[in-house]
């Protein structure tokens, strides 16, 4: 029996995402760093001839533009192969929508290691940006993630199964951040710059991309086990132990078979919800850094990593906001309080003239993260367990077009606005935070009238 509960726990351990989800993020906060820091290096060198203060204008200009392209290729790239690969995904292995875009991570990423070994022109970056793109990218990437997260977790339990993914992210990005400083200047003295840090970054993709071909398994859907169960029943034999999760190659066809009704009208509402809730939080926070380090706060380099740092701190609030709220509340009732949390702290940021009152609002947002995973795992509730990879790449498409436009849009208005109200672009995010719960309001309403409850706000 102990040697049958260890196989079981094992089998029940190999399904866990966390360790694919840590190790991309702490690689992708390597690269962030690294190729931040490689293009500023590239046009320090190419305008070193200029007065100095003509160099850091001119130098600040020539890398604003390359993200604008570079992020314009990243996001927009992944539209040509996502949705196909999600699909693929449900329909012939679960771990394509993962195991290729690492691939295309892998790929990508040592074109930057060779860019600096062999001092390549910074336009790679753009072919590397596509390649990314194409192999899927973080669009399915993550649907991929979330779809196996979702497959392997019951209803009850959904919620905060996708939050503690959520935390693992953030929690790895903060790591990855924090060290990658000082892998990039560390060994200068024997490498080039930023050599080590890449290669750190192409290390923890390889490893990735291994786990998650050899040592990752498909879970099966809570659903099937309670299929699987009563089937048993039916014909008087014994009902098999079931844990949750076994190994399965291809996707799951008893939870195709599930009884779950699809609610289009509540999938449309919840789709709307998510993409104004992002475009309120991309608005916000596209422009936050530069409005911290221009007056009333002209924060320095030490006061922005404070900050940054309390950023991430909401990856852990937001955790255990879900790890309490969902023994209380329903689903839609914690996206509504992760929305209202995130619009009033906006709102406070859009008046803040003092340091002690930017803490303030950050600690108001500090349920901003429940409202996306909450969204997914409701979505999930909605829909069969084979379309999980589509829609949540459907999901995952939206979000990312509503990113690229508001980071464009709302980095004009910022500057349009900069000489008479700095925090307009604040006041924008609180509205669109504001317009996100009206469809949250009619889904509450709807399922009001659906169950024919009272207590719509508490299970």
């Known amino acids: 029996e102990a040697s049958i509960s260890t196989m079981v726990g094992?089998?029940?351990?190999?399904?866990?995402?966390?360790?694919?989800?840590?190790?991309?993020?702490?690689?992708?906060?390597?690269?962030?760093?690294?190729?931040?820091?490689?293009?500023?290096?590239?046009?320090?060198?190419?305008?070193s001839t200029a007065p100095s203060h003509l160099m850091q204008d001119a130098q600040q200009k020539a890398v604003s533009n390359f993200y604008i392209i570079y992020n314009l290729v990243l996001g927009l790239s992944p539209l040509v192969s996502a949705y196909g690969l999600s699909k693929l995904g449900d329909k012939v292995h679960r771990k394509i929508p993962i195991c290729l875009p690492l691939l295309g991570y892998l790929g990508s990423k040592s074109l930057l290691l060779l860019l600096i070994?062999?001092?390549?022109?910074?336009?790679?970056?753009?072919?590397?940006?596509?390649?990314?793109?194409?192999?899927?990218?973080?669009?399915?990437?993550?649907?991929?993630?979330?779809?196996?997260?979702?497959?392997?977790?019951?209803?009850?339990?959904?919620?905060?199964?996708?939050?503690?993914?959520?935390?693992?992210?953030?929690?790895?990005?903060?790591?990855?951040?924090?060290?990658?400083?000082?892998?990039?200047?560390?060994?200068?003295?024997?490498?080039?710059?930023?050599?080590?840090?890449?290669?750190?970054?192409?290390?923890?993709?390889?490893?990735?991309?291994?786990?998650?071909?050899?040592?990752?398994?498909?879970?099966?859907?809570?659903?099937?086990?309670?299929?699987?169960?009563?089937?048993?029943e039916e014909v008087g034999g014994q009902v098999p132990a079931c844990t949750g999760a076994a190994e399965s190659a291809q996707p799951s066809e008893s939870s195709s078979k599930a009884p779950v009704t699809p609610s289009k009208l509540i999938i449309l509402l919840l789709f709307v919800a998510a993409i104004l809730?992002?475009?309120?939080?991309?608005?916000?926070?596209?422009?936050?850094?530069?409005?911290?380090?221009?007056?009333?706060?002209?924060?320095?380099?030490?006061?922005?990593?404070?900050?940054?740092?309390?950023?991430?701190?909401?990856?852990?609030?937001?955790?255990?906001?879900?790890?309490?709220?969902?023994?209380?509340?329903?689903?839609?009732?914690?996206?509504?309080?992760?929305?209202?949390?995130?619009?009033?702290?906006?709102?406070?940021?859009?008046?803040?003239?003092?340091?002690?009152?930017?803490?303030?609002?950050?600690?108001?947002?500090?349920?901003?993260?429940?409202?996306?995973?909450?969204?997914?795992?409701?979505?999930?509730?909605?829909?069969?367990?084979?379309s999980y990879g589509k829609v949540f790449v459907l999901l995952q498409l939206s979000l990312v077009i509503t990113g690229v436009v508001t980071s464009t849009v709302f980095n004009k208005i910022y500057q349009s606005t900069l000489n008479w109200y700095s925090s307009f672009c604040f006041i924008l995010s609180f509205l669109a935070g504001c317009l996100s719960l009206l469809p949250l309001s009619i889904v509450a309403i709807k399922q009001r009238s659906t169950t024919g409850s009272f207590h719509i706000l508490t299970k």
């Open 10 to 47: 094992m089998t029940m351990m190999r399904t866990w995402v966390e360790p694919v989800v840590a190790g991309s993020q702490l690689a992708s906060a390597f690269y962030d760093t690294a190729l931040l820091l490689v293009v500023k290096n590239y046009y320090n060198q190419t305008n």
């Open 277 to 386: 809730y992002d475009l309120a939080v991309v608005g916000a926070m596209n422009v936050l850094p530069l409005f911290l380090l221009r007056e009333p706060l002209s924060w320095n380099a030490v006061q922005i990593g404070y900050g940054n740092a309390a950023g991430y701190a909401i990856f852990i609030t937001s955790f255990l906001g879900v790890f309490v709220f969902s023994k209380y509340l329903r689903d839609i009732t914690m996206i509504i309080i992760g929305v209202v949390s995130f619009t009033v702290g906006v709102l406070i940021m859009a008046f803040v003239r003092w340091t002690f009152l930017f803490y303030i609002a950050r600690a108001v947002m500090l349920f901003a993260l429940i409202p996306l995973p909450t969204i997914r795992s409701m979505l999930s509730k909605h829909i069969e367990g084979s």
């Open 117 to 232: 070994l062999l001092d390549w022109p910074i336009e790679v970056m753009y072919g590397a940006a596509a390649f990314n793109g194409l192999t899927g990218g973080f669009t399915t990437f993550w649907a991929g993630i979330m779809a196996l997260g979702s497959l392997g977790s019951s209803e009850s339990r959904r919620s905060l199964r996708l939050i503690i993914i959520e935390l693992v992210y953030g929690l790895a990005g903060f790591l990855g951040s924090m060290a990658s400083g000082y892998l990039f200047v560390g060994f200068s003295d024997r490498y080039r710059e930023g050599t080590v840090l890449v290669s750190c970054s192409i290390a923890c993709y390889a490893f990735c991309l291994l786990y998650s071909i050899f040592v990752l398994i498909v879970p099966k859907s809570a659903p099937s086990c309670t299929a699987k169960a009563k089937g048993v």
